[in-house]
């Protein structure tokens, strides 16, 4: 068998998310009905990470075995027309050995929020950015995102229904920086850690949203972090809004 590591560009708007379901499509669905195509026969894809319905991805990362020995480009050529029409494609395609995983071989995952706050209704990137009206204070939202760097126990930001083991973790970056954007402004959480919680970035920018919105102080977020109870979070942003920028390993298969 020869492994792959894949490198897939997505917009997560007509999918049940990335993982793979009975008669509901998912972006995991669609790649390896793909690759089934290529290869003749039926193929599983492992990811870096799952994506939630409406989440799209600039760099998911995910590998496959195959029984034939393929150029790396001829391999993503074909997937790539077989996925045809689908909003999903193969942006990079490298061999790798088995000792490399996906999800396991990674040190790192990259998220980047994109928010955008304007009054006009959003047109050109409907469904890629999340609204919201209210001006916003750059200033407040930096302050609040420092309170939730580090190692923490993220209850307060973790989903009702994560699956995750533990809910301690270690943010290693949350920087929020502001781009202009015709007639508003967009406003850009760039976020990175080892893993994350189920909907932990989502809720981190909701609840920093309302400390731009002038609703929190950037001091509440230290204190519902530490409360460590999920009814202190606020509210939870739009998936539409966050995409999977990148995945990070030792040895960067694509380099």
């Known amino acids: 068998m020869h ?5 897939i ?15 509901l499509p998912s972006v995991q669905g669609m ?4 690759i089934g ?3 003749g026969s039926a193929h599983e894809i492992a990811a870096a990470g799952r994506t939630d319905a409406g989440v799209h991805a600039w760099a998911q990362v995910a590998h496959v075995d195959m029984e034939r020995d393929w150029d790396t480009f001829r391999l993503s050529e074909a997937i790539n027309y077989h996925l045809k029409p689908n909003p999903i494609a193969i942006i990079g395609c490298a061999k790798v050995t088995e000792a490399f995983h996906a999800r396991f071989s990674a040190i790192e995952r990259r998220y980047i929020f994109r928010m955008v706050s304007r009054r006009a209704p959003i047109v050109h990137e ?22 939730l760097l580090g190692y923490h126990d993220f209850t307060t930001f973790r989903s009702s229904i994560c699956q995750g083991l533990t809910p301690f ?3 290693d970056r949350l920087d929020v920086s502001e781009h202009p954007y015709p007639g508003g402004a967009e406003f850009r959480f760039d976020v990175r850690a080892r ?13 920093l949203e309302r400390v731009g919105a002038g609703h929190l102080e950037p001091s509440d977020v230290k204190r519902r972090l530490e409360a460590c109870a999920r009814s202190a979070c606020g509210p939870v942003s739009a998936p539409h809004g ?4 990148g995945v990070g390993y030792e040895n960067d298969p694509f380099e």
Request: glycine share 8%.
């Open 126 to 147: 409907a469904g890629l950015v999340w609204q919201v009206k209210p001006p916003l204070s750059l200033e407040a939202m930096q302050e609040g995102a420092k309170h």
């Open 37 to 39: 195509k290529v290869a």
């Open 3 to 7: 492994r792959y590591a894949l490198k």
């Open 31 to 34: 790649i390896e009905q793909a």
């Open 9 to 23: 560009e997505y917009n997560g708007a007509p999918y049940h998310g990335w993982q793979r379901q009975v008669d």
């Open 242 to 245: 966050l995409y999977l920028a």
């Open 169 to 171: 973790k270690t943010l």
């Open 195 to 207: 893993s994350f919680l189920h909907n932990q970035v989502r809720s981190f920018v909701g609840t």
